[in-house]
């Protein structure tokens, strides 16, 4: 396979890194940018001096897809080994001792998986390929790598047509400013509770029929509950989804994925799945139904629609707010391989208050509709929170009394916090307002129309 220019500088970059000295390298290239067709060419470039590589992958089915790029390339399979990292660990004894570790995905290969094959074969050249060297935003890969070398932007692909231009589309259906944070990511009680409701799901399918109707759509949801509602609620708009999760069986998640690449289904929901390895070009728009704090995800999945095809205009509706978070998908990110305090408002984007759309601030009105711009947003961060025993305890008690006790609250927030010690959902609070003559803030009041 022909490289194309800037992947070929991106394996010069290497060459030089490793004529330095050095032993262990991240290597960046945003997603889309052909990162498999240059592990291919580097595989077989060793092969043919005799060196042996072993290639890991995190999943079963990126193994399969590389295998047929890397016999484009025309790696050598008898000193060649592609394998998923687990099954690499559990038979580290009767590995053939590689010249060569390719890690495809590297910003995962902190895990104890990665580094017991790395600490038994001391000796190999180690190389690994990322769009997002980071882990929930605090870098940290220093540990396994020496040294940091970056290829092209993804803007850079965008404007010179390796993938496809955007729009994007900020129509957040659930709140996300309360949610705490656990270990760097959203704690996943709180954020299936959220999104859990027929408001949410019912304003995805509205939002894409306005948006983005008749175009194959990727949805990524937080649990499998959502994902399978959201499934549903497009199948009775008239549009053929199916929802697939970790646990489908494999001759099933075959089928579907092979109905949606043919164009049967036009929505594929999933939890977990989607985020790496998976490329379709005729996939126009993304939606997202989770939160995260991960940057690294967030690009991730935002990327799934930006293959590039002939006259083709991604869509990315963001229902949970993730851009105010991280900014838009390609905005050029200082990447290092040290851990590092997390960077307020690094980012700013506008609004549009208009159509909804997200953009650079350096816009004075909308791209997308000509709205004279008035609404910049700075990314903040969330702060870590740990739930005291005073908290605990003060839920417990919200659950042993009187359930009619909740007529005696004069505010939103003492039912919602009656709601949540109950494990109510969101729409109880929204009814007793009303019930009781509460004013409700105007970040719910949106769900109003849809529970009348």
Known sequence: MILRNYQQFLIYKIKCEINNGKRAICCVLGCGGGKSVI????????????????????????????????????????????????TATRHIRELHEPDIIITDECH?????????????FKNALRLGFTATPCRLNEGGLGNVYDSLVEGVSTKWLIQNKFLADYKYYSLPLADTDNLHVK?????????????????VYSGAVEQYLKLANGQKAMVYCPSVVSSKEVAEQFNAAGVPAAHVDGTTPKSEREELVAAYRSGKLMVLTNVELFGVGFDDKDIICTIFLRPTMSVALYIQMAMRSLRYKEGKTAIILDCVGNARRHGLPPDDRK????????????????????????YEPTHSVCPYCGFKATKEIQRKEKKSVTVDLVEIQKQEELKN????????FTTFEQLAEFQKARGYRIQWTIRKCDELGIKVPGKYSYMRRYMK
């Open 39 to 86: 592990q291919g060419n580097i595989a077989a470039s060793a092969n043919a001096k005799g060196n042996r590589v072993l290639f890991l992958v995190h999943r079963k089915e990126l193994c399969e897809q590389i295998r047929d790029t890397f016999s484009k390339c025309g790696v050598d399979w008898n000193l060649t080994q592609v394998m998923m990292v687990q």
């Open 335 to 358: 990447w290092t391989l040290e851990s590092k305090k997390k960077q307020q408002n690094m980012v700013k984007i506008r609004e549009c208050e208009s159509c909804f759309a997200v």
């Open 108 to 120: 995962l290969s902190t895990a104890k998986t990665y580094t017991k094959i790395y600490d038994t």
């Open 401 to 408: 009394v009187n359930y009619n006790e909740y007529q005696k």
């Open 183 to 199: 270990c760097g990511e959203f704690v996943s009680d709180e954020v299936n509770a959220l999104i859990e409701n027929q408001a």
